[in-house]
Nanobody, 122 residues
Framework: QLQASGGGLVQAGDSLTLSCAAS????????LGWFRQAPGKEREFVAG????????YLGDSVKGRFAISRDNAKNTLYLQMNSLIPEDTAVYYC?????????????????WGQGTLVTVSS
């Protein structure tokens, strides 16, 4: 089970950190990712991280602004978002897959959190 939190209303240029708490799994064995879905748009990949945490990958639209990390001791995934822009407004979902490799496609993920809304005002 995945539980995302940390969303809210911020202004352009602000920073925000999302968290995703996991339970009921061997956390370090799971590749994890963040996706987002803006109104009227497809859910898109934001960031992914391998089970060990050593390999990360960011989507083109957030490279240089966002960072993904995980704390396997706390069973928690993070998304640090800096220099937020209105285009980052979306519901953000954390996702997990039953293997440690990093993946970027939605269909490669088996488990999804409930989503947390991030709204960036201009």
């Amino acid at each position: 089970q995945l539980q995302a939190s940390g969303g809210g209303l911020v202004q352009a240029g602000d920073s925000l950190t999302l968290s995703c708490a996991a339970s009921g799994c061997t956390f370090s064995g799971y590749g994890l990712g963040w996706f987002r879905q803006a109104p009227g748009k497809e859910r898109e990949f934001v960031a992914g991280i391998s089970g060990s945490g050593y390999i990360t990958y960011l989507g083109d639209s957030v490279k240089g602004r966002f960072a993904i990390s995980r704390d396997n001791a706390k069973n928690t995934l993070y998304l640090q978002m800096n220099s937020l822009i209105p285009e980052d407004t979306a519901v953000y979902y954390c996702a997990g897959r039953s293997a440690g490799e990093l993946r970027v496609r939605r269909k490669d993920y088996d488990y999804w959190g409930q989503g947390t809304l991030v709204t960036v005002s201009s």
